[in-house]
Nanobody
Framework: QVQLVESGGGLVQPGGSLRLSCAASELTFEYYAFAWFRQVPGKEREGIACITDKGAFTLYSDSVKGRFTISRDNAKNLVYLQMIGLTPEDTAVYYC????????????????????WGQGTQVTVSS
């Protein structure tokens, strides 16, 4: 069973930066696409970034484009989300998700496409 563990969340001031990590295990890491989602209580889960198995293709939501960067380290089984220019509207629980997608040259931020999820990490942007 795929295991995903997010880390790196916390409290940051507006304008600050954070880097989230997602450690993946029990899978052939380089065969999987990954995505980051976030959710605020009472709202739908929002897909914000995804990356293909080889990292050649990434996709971002309009809400984070230009501020967030998704990346992966296939040697360490890690996926990252670098976040800069954080605002209070970025406050949410952030989730990592995985989907077997060997050789697929694109990815999606549709939550229905991802069967495997981590437990989430809280990001709070506040002064």
């Amino acid at each position: 069973q795929v295991q995903l563990v997010e880390s790196g969340g916390g409290l940051v001031q507006p304008g600050g930066s954070l880097r989230l990590s997602c450690a993946a295990s029990e899978l052939t890491f380089e065969y999987y696409a990954f995505a980051w989602f976030r959710q605020v209580p009472g709202k739908e889960r929002e897909g914000i970034a995804c990356i293909t198995d080889k990292g050649a293709f990434t996709l971002y939501s309009d809400s984070v484009k230009g501020r967030f960067t998704i990346s992966r380290d296939n040697a360490k089984n890690l996926v990252y989300l670098q976040m800069i220019g954080l605002t209070p509207e970025d406050t949410a629980v952030y989730y990592c998700a995985a989907d077997w997608a060997y050789g697929v040259g694109w990815c999606t931020n549709n939550a229905l496409k991802f069967p495997d999820w981590g437990q989430g990490t809280q990001v709070t942007v506040s002064s």
